[in-house]
């Protein structure tokens, strides 16, 4: 293996620049040939390609978002959008690629790796949404951005004696709703792997009132329903000053915490290593407490598990 490649993919996520850092330094340091492609899979059928040096990525490693930009590309779900991919990286003589993104851009590295191009991919979403790895890069910074907001927050709750119903991002997930309102100290923690129950919000925030307590938190994913009708409904029910706060796209912004730019740093150069040793098809993945690699199949047929000891105890911890 002489030149490889990589690009990142679907959302950004804080602690990719972290992760195409480790794929450039590390292939440079294996005496690869190493190349960025601009906006993921669509650069690829835009011949959007980059050779990359060691300086290509210095001054990178605490940026937020992506130096080599993403995109979704409709195109690329089409078999000419593929063969146009394909045939780019074959006419440049890429032996292997480093995918960096979340589920679905597993989904085209492996319609890579199944055109012969050995493939792998690194975990980075804030949802953290993927099987077989116990972080995905960006999520660590997502929960604490999210927390930083809940306690600013919280000092106005406090202060006017309101509720505040936040929206945080998790279309089909509510890990980062979990963790940072257990971080946050949320009052209510609203998912959608757990049914929603308008009624069981509203008693404790009666019993939060019957113990002279105005203020408290509700946190709500984004795919567990609108923060705007839940606030509606609490109003109409309990008569109390509400306020919802939507964060939206702050979420995926700024610069990726020390965990998620070490986790970056040791799932990308696994990745190289595992171009290296032949594996292909595979993502690296931090699981059980290991870089390990696994099978986009196996990935595909398993979902993220939902911790469900975390989601019983922030509700105790709430009380
Ligand atoms: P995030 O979790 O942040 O949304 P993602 O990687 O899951 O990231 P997607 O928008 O789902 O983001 O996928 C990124 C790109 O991967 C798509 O725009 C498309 O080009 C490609 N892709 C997604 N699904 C498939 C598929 N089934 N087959 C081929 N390519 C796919």
């Known amino acids: 293996m002489k030149n490889i490649a990589v690009f990142t993919s679907g959302g950004d996520a804080p602690g990719m620049n972290a992760a195409v850092r480790a794929v450039v330094r590390k292939s440079i340091f294996h005496g ?33 978002g992506t130096i080599l930009l993403t995109a979704r590309s409709p195109e690329f779900l089409t078999a000419e959008g593929q063969a146009k991919a394909i045939a780019f990286l074959q006419d440049q003589q890429i032996e292997g690629l480093v995918v960096i993104g979340g589920d679905g851009s597993f989904r085209g590295a492996r319609v890579l790796h199944d055109a012969g191009i050995m493939t792998v991919g690194v975990p980075a979403t804030i949802d953290n949404d993927i099987a077989f790895t116990d972080h995905c890069i960006g999520f660590d910074t997502a929960v604490n951005t999210v927390t930083d907001a809940i306690n600013k927050l919280r000092d106005t709750a406090t202060s006017h004696e309101r509720i505040y119903v936040i929206e945080v991002m998790g279309r089909d997930s509510g890990h980062i709703a979990l963790q940072a309102g ?29 113990r002279g307590k105005l203020h408290s938190v509700i946190l709500v994913a984004e795919g567990a329903g609108s923060a705007i009708h839940i606030g509606d409904e609490i109003k109409r029910i309990m008569q109390l000053d509400i306020r919802v706060t939507i964060l939206g796209h702050l979420q995926r912004g700024g610069t990726p915490t020390a965990f998620d730019r070490i986790l ?7 990745g190289v290593d595992m171009l290296i040793e032949g594996k292909s098809g595979m993502m690296a993945g931090y699981y059980k407490g290991e870089i390990k690699a696994t099978s986009f199949e196996d990935i595909f ?10 989601y019983k105890l922030a509700s105790i911890l709430a009380i």
């Not at 960025?36 to 669509?42: N, V």
């Not at 257990?182 to 049914?195: C, D, H, T």
């Not at 970056?264 to 696994?270: E, M, N, Q, T, V």
């Open 32 to 64: 690869l040939n190493i190349y960025g492609i601009k906006r993921g899979f669509q650069g690829l059928i835009n011949h959007e390609i980059v050779p990359m040096e060691l300086g290509s990525v210095a001054d990178t490693i605490h940026r937020g």
């Open 182 to 210: 257990l971080a946050g100290g949320a009052e209510s923690i609203i998912v959608p792997e757990a049914p929603f129950d308008l009624t069981e919000v509203c008693n404790r925030l009666q019993h939060g009132v019957e």
């Open 264 to 270: 970056a740093s040791r799932l990308a150069a696994k």
């Open 301 to 310: 047929n398993n979902n993220q598990e939902f911790n469900w000891e975390d």
